[in-house]
């Protein structure tokens, strides 16, 4: 693993079809917003969204520093939580923004956590067919995950995240002294995230992970720096190597399938990062059952999870059949059987049966390796 | 200009940064839909979106043409007029494909006029974040516009297109045949656009529309079908130079500035040709006048126009001074100062100050050329 280098702020570059960009990682960086989106996102002016939370405890002085820096910025807010990355805020958060005369001179700065980042790169993906977006997460799970690969949208009636574009940001500003206003429960979903990418690419990784818990659980910013450089450095690997998922980016969706369907079954009270490592969990099992994954795996991954302070079992009451029904509306759902990324063992992800990343698993395994489980 | 060749289709290849696609023109092709989709576009299965007219015309062919192929195909179909080209239409055909289960596995038959181009290929561009897409064009204007570039979106109150992604198409057909059932002030329309390529790029394209004008009106296939050739290799070569519209691509926007306030204070009763016959005459008057166009150019450029029955000069009742309102709301107004796109002469489009192809015009000027075309 690499090393942060003490004193300054990590760069960790991204490769995409698109062209390069930089993800900063840095106690500090925050407070050099403006200098640091004009220099790799220099625009007439900026249009700054977040949710109301997050407005009100870092908006005046991220549109102060713009201010300073002696380009114009406006704030648009709505209103916290998933329930409201849909189509009628995106709506909303445009109109808002043809209103104030934003044009195609503009850049639109997504300051908050994965919902405002899906929501507020959706929105700068469509206005006037496109600006620029600079990522701002300001939640561990945003910093190391949805602030990278390109990923926006918002979630409709029918599922999450079924409407959306792909929109590489022009820099991602990951400033982990931002974490210290973040309650823990949302500091350990991050670390499922986090102890996914070690899974998935990075033995030593996870293994380091394990050991520094305390520190991370603390928020000790230096090592919290350099679980966000090494998770973004893994993922920025994987989407350099395939943008749209046709391949290898799959395995980031470890955990995911059963995760999305515990997630929405939850009615969305489980965050993000406990569902997906209760779907880790889960399916390390079901890739131990299936020969995929190595003897072991499950147990030494639900450890360093249960260790996290994270779920590893489906919640009381949640009813395997319903889990299982629920993963086939998943877009993961391809031709008819549904998709499952599995693991060979801790630290490598299994390139699928043929090389497509993907194990399709009948509703009859799946059910059967979560009944063992409850 | 390059010969049609007889008995087979034409092809226009466009060069992209996401690749290349083929723009196929001829006689007859809209038979070969579903075979020709499966080859350049191949997908588990297809979602056919058209509005209600074009559906009654065309629908039930095109889906039993899949059917014969061996595809499935479903129609979701939309109340026709660029009125309904709005989010809520967009939100309404994809809630529609969502609920019939149509997954990432699905390709987009975009069959209809510019409307439907740009409404289908906005649900493609957003549905899970990107389906693939073929623009059928069914009207003359489409096929030699709105169908090459890429550009899809749909209007909100503020604006014509202000919401919108750039998609390009895997394949175009354009089939003249079908044009047998448009209106012939829908083929007028159409014809001004090919006469902007003509004055923007080609002279000796631009005279030989003039002398074929009564074959085009009379609907002749194999005139249609050279025109259409031309007008597609000249947008490609445009869009191929400059695909986000940085610099060249403005050219195409000659005609359009004062296009789209005509059309838009007109309440959309102009169709979109004739509004830019009206902006191309007033455009290049002022030209002229700037000392930018050469002389002689406007009173030519007015008279083909003419000669294909399209207007060009304000209706009757429009106020100079509103129209010059109008057209600060434009996509092209950047730092306060609106664009134009104007002409050195017929067959080249001016480079501008800058070369950014664009010319800044004072509010005096553009309303003093608007008294004088009264």
Redesign the interface.
Known sequence: MAKAEPGGPSRVTVST??GQYDILIGAGLFSRLAVLSRKHCEE?RYAIVADDRVADLYGARAVRGFEEAGAGASLFTFRAGEANKN?ATW?DL??RM??AGM???TGVIALGGGVTGDLAGFVA??????LPVVQVPTTLLAMIDSSVGG???VD????K??????LQPRLVLADPEVLATLPVAEVRAGLAEAIKHGAIADEAYFDWISGSLSALLAGDVEVLSRLIRRSVEIKAEVVGRDE?EAGPRKMLNFGHTFGHAVEALSGFRLLHGEAIAIGMAIEARLGERLGITAAGTADRLARVLSAAGLPTRLPTGMEPRAVVEATRSD?K???GRVEYALLERIGAASAGPDGRWGWGVEDGEATDILNLEC
Chains 1, 2 share one sequence.
């Open positions: 079809t698109g007439h189509r709506a445009t109109d043809l209103a044009g195609r001179d993906a469509t206005y006037m067919r496109g990923k926006t949208g409709t009636a029918a599922g995240n079924l409407v959306g574009a792909f749209r877009k759902a391809r031709g």
